[in-house]
């Protein structure tokens, strides 16, 4: 057979052996990540130590020759199987595609062909008779072109593999660095110990170290891939996704260790340094209040730290290999705490809120209730969920409530308030405004969205002013007509005697009839005194400009100027409101010279009152409370009623005016309203 076997020989098939051993032990754990490259890295290795095994004990050319090729069966997978496995380790094995095996494995096959005939050529060696036999026979030989670009093409992808593992095991921390500095001892040992064989010139170059260190290779991968048993849990695409989540990430293997975290995560971890590999339970915050869940769940916790609880949304997906076997679990920590406070925040503010707040289904049912009703209506919130809304509607009140629900139900957005009596909890009917707003299409809320208030005591209230207003006018009428009748009666008996009275009476005739016409002023200026006083119940959106310049209209200005510089709105009385402004311009012009005078109107910084001012000679300050009084003047001619009306109207709406100095020494009527005037209610009788 052309063979004499020694003790190297005998050395390399055990080598060859021990490979397919180890190749072997690959294949029956196949399932865990990475053992596949592994068995054909063996394969390729022990195919490596059987060929130098053949060369090494070989008597004749025909026999090395058969062992050339069987050595680099397995020399030109060397390259291709561990790329193969490096991209794996380090979770890129997606990117061999194919077409990318297609091309890898060219140079391989193509070599391949070269060795097979490379007794008819010279591309890849030539070999001229022994200078040595067995048991470490050596040919002389001289390597051609192919041989060399085999051993650039092997060299490189070998290199890249352990570039790879390299920065991949710099990035970890733990039993994951101890694993990279394995695989990158065993690789970098036989690429040494191939440097040495090819490179060197001593005539044993039969005795290729390589196969030995392989092997050695081979022992060392099998106890990092076996013994630290954590490749099988690399998540795919790890160095795009899992580093650059701003999110804690942990992996738990089947055992429940903790087997990869990214480093936001080693932030939580209880000893960041010794962490990896050892019980999830003993490291990971909260692990053991997760529930128990065979698949993916979600769950939420609360971790103490130093700037107090941060609350964590924890996502967690089971991992499968790729016969679908469990390996183990994923959990994403989501930091969440922001979010809890602002929903806190949101919750405590209805619950503590003096309206309640209601959500009702297409149906007109409660799906949720605040805490504010059992204040205001007795009821537990929980008793009112799941409960027909309409039931609790007084029957004289449903029948608008159901027509709006049926008809705006899918008018997604839309917004309206009701007034209507709802049952307690003791049976009685207390008024509810509700303003209602359909967000049945919102998929954070999915309900019709009612925010209400108990108004029963101010519609009451409210009647109870009506009443008082209606007597409060009857009264006024009644006074005046009884006044204006015996003062018409006297003005109609003057007029009679103004042809009977001489020149020496006629003054006398005339103060009466001023006299009179004074009575009549005052008796004007009671009524209107004593109905400006009337609450204000009913109101309308007034434009402060518009009405300003209309009542301007009405005053006799005498070359007086006008400027309004607002264009605020308020919800008031519209004839009481111009009233108001007739009689503050009367008092401006009446009080003041005004031919240069300026009446000023604005807003006050906080938006919602305004002033009336003038650039007149101003009211003292020790007169500025009396001038609001009844029958307060300092004009011979007034009546002292102008002010008073004014006053009366302000506070009609619920409002405070108050009198200062203004910028250029005038006077200077400031009218607050801090309070909103009562909106429109339908009756409570």
Not at 146 to 159: E, H, P
Not at 270 to 279: K, L
Not at 383 to 396: C, K, Q, S, T
Request: proline share 4%; charged share 25%.
């Amino acid at each position: 057979m052309g063979l004499a076997p020694g003790i190297p020989t005998w050395i390399l098939l055990s080598a060859f052996g021990i490979n397919l051993g180890i190749a072997g032990i690959a294949v029956r754990r196949r399932s865990v990540r990475g053992a596949v490259p592994l068995a054909a890295i063996m394969i390729s290795v022990a195919l490596y130590s059987l060929g130098n095994g053949v060369l090494s004990a070989s008597t004749t050319m025909p026999t090395y020759r058969t062992g050339l090729v069987i050595k680099y069966i397995g020399a030109v997978g060397l390259g291709p199987t561990q790329f193969w496995f490096g991209l794996t380790y380090s979770g890129r094995e997606s990117l061999l595609t194919r077409r990318r095996w297609a091309l890898l494995l060219a140079p391989p096959v193509v070599i391949l062909g070269f060795v097979v005939t490379a007794q008819s050529h010279d591309l890849l060696w030539t070999l001229d008779g022994f200078v040595q036999g067995p048991p470490l026979a050596s040919p002389v030989r001289e390597n051609g072109p192919v041989f060399w670009f085999n051993l650039l093409y092997q060299y490189t992808l070998i290199g890249t593999t352990y570039v790879i593992v390299g920065l991949f095991g710099l990035k970890r921390s733990g039993r994951y660095r101890t694993q990279a500095t394995l695989m990158l001892l065993g690789g970098i040992i036989p690429l040494i110990a191939s440097v040495v064989f090819v490179f060197s010139s001593d005539p044993m170059g039969s005795a290729d170290q390589t196969a030995f260190a392989f092997t050695f290779t081979g022992i060392v991968f099998a106890i990092a891939l076996f013994r630290f048993d954590l490749l099988d849990l690399m998540p795919v695409a790890r160095h795009t996704l899992v580093e650059e989540m701003s999110d804690p990430v942990f992996v738990v293997d089947k055992d429940e260790r903790l087997v990869d975290v990214n480093e936001t995560g080693t932030d939580l971890l209880d000893d960041e340094g010794t962490a990896i590999g050892r019980s999830a339970s003993e490291v990971m915050p909260s692990y053991d209040s997760l529930p128990d869940d065979d698949g993916n769940a979600d769950a939420d916790v609360v971790i103490e730290a130093d700037g107090g609880p941060h609350y964590f949304d924890i996502n967690r997906t089971t991992l499968t290999d790729q016969t679908g076997s469990v390996i183990g679990q994923l959990l994403i920590y989501r930091d969440v705490t922001e979010r809890r406070i602002a929903e806190e925040r949101f919750q405590r503010l209805i619950e503590r809120s003096s309206d309640m707040v209601t959500v009702l289904d297409e149906d007109g049912d409660f799906t949720y209730v605040s805490q504010p009703v059992e204040k205001i209506l007795g009821y537990d919130p929980t008793e009112l969920v799941g409960e027909d809304a309409i039931e609790y509607i007084h029957p004289d009140d449903r029948q608008r409530v159901v027509e709006d629900l049926a008809k705006y139900v899918d008018d997604h957005g839309y917004s309206g308030t009701y007034v209507v009596r709802f049952r307690d909890a003791a049976g009685n009917w207390r008024f509810i405004e509700a303003h209602a707003t359909n967000l049945l299409a919102d998929p954070f809320v999915e309900g019709i969205v009612l925010n209400s208030r108990d108004v029963t005591e101010q519609l009451q209230r409210k009647r109870k002013l009506e009443r008082q207003n209606e007597r409060l006018d009857q009264f006024a009428s009644i006074v005046a007509h009884d006044l204006r009748n015996p003062l018409n009666v006297a003005s109609g008996r003057l007029s009679l005697l103004e042809s009977d009275v001489d020149a020496d009476h006629s003054a006398s005739v005339g103060t009466i009839q001023e006299q009179l016409e004074r009575m009549e002023s005052i008796i004007d200026g009671s009524l209107t005194l004593a109905r400006s006083g009337e609450t204000v119940t009913e109101t309308d959106k007034v434009d402060l400009e518009l009405i300003s310049y209309d009542a301007w209209q009405s005053v006799e200005t005498d070359g007086a100027t006008l400027v309004v510089e607002t264009t605020l709105q308020l919800n008031g009385d519209r004839n009481r409101l111009r009233t108001l402004f007739e009689n503050l311009f009367r008092n401006s012009v009446e009080h003041n010279e005004s031919t240069d005078l300026t009446v000023k109107i604005g807003s006050v910084p906080d938006g919602v009152s305004f002033y009336v001012e003038d650039t007149g000679t101003g009211i003292p300050s020790e007169e500025r409370d009396a001038v609001f009084e009844q029958g307060y003047t300092t004009n011979e001619e007034g009546t002292g009623f102008g002010l008073a009306i004014a006053k009366d109207i302000v506070q009609a709406h619920g409002w405070d005016i108050s009198v200062t100095e203004g910028e250029s020494g005038g006077a200077r009527f400031v009218v607050e309203c801090h309070e909103s005037p009562m909106v429109n209610q339908p009756d409570t009788t």
